[in-house]
């Protein structure tokens, strides 16, 4: 048996992102965002890195949970193309407001 493996080094990138998605929020209730950039600083093998652009890097705020109207402070998440994973994202958290939808 012949086993070959090709070992690449980790790099990290930051990019910036200016959009965040809602997932999960309920069609009786509205989203207000914030404007805010967030930086996302992720790693992954070199080719991974080396590939990818702002736009590949998917903000969001899960608002599952949430039934009412309010204010509330949610956990900023990102989805990622495989074989890369967050470093860290800034800010990590958002003040969102919640409102009836028309």
Do not use: H, W
């Not at 209730?29 to 991974?48: M, N, Y």
Request: charged content about 20%.
């Amino acid at each position: 048996v012949t086993v070959v493996v090709q070992i690449e080094p980790i790099s990290t990138a930051s990019f910036t992102r200016d959009l965040v998605y809602t997932q999960n929020l309920l069609a009786t209730l509205k989203c207000d965002l914030p404007d805010v950039d967030i930086d996302v600083e992720v790693s992954g093998s070199e080719t991974a890195i080396n590939g990818m652009a702002a736009n590949d890097i998917i903000p969001y705020i899960d608002c599952s949970g949430i039934k009412e109207p309010g204010e509330y402070t949610l956990p900023l998440q990102v989805t990622l193309p495989a074989n890369v994973s967050v470093v860290n994202i800034r800010p990590a958290e958002i003040t969102v407001t919640i409102e009836a939808a028309d």
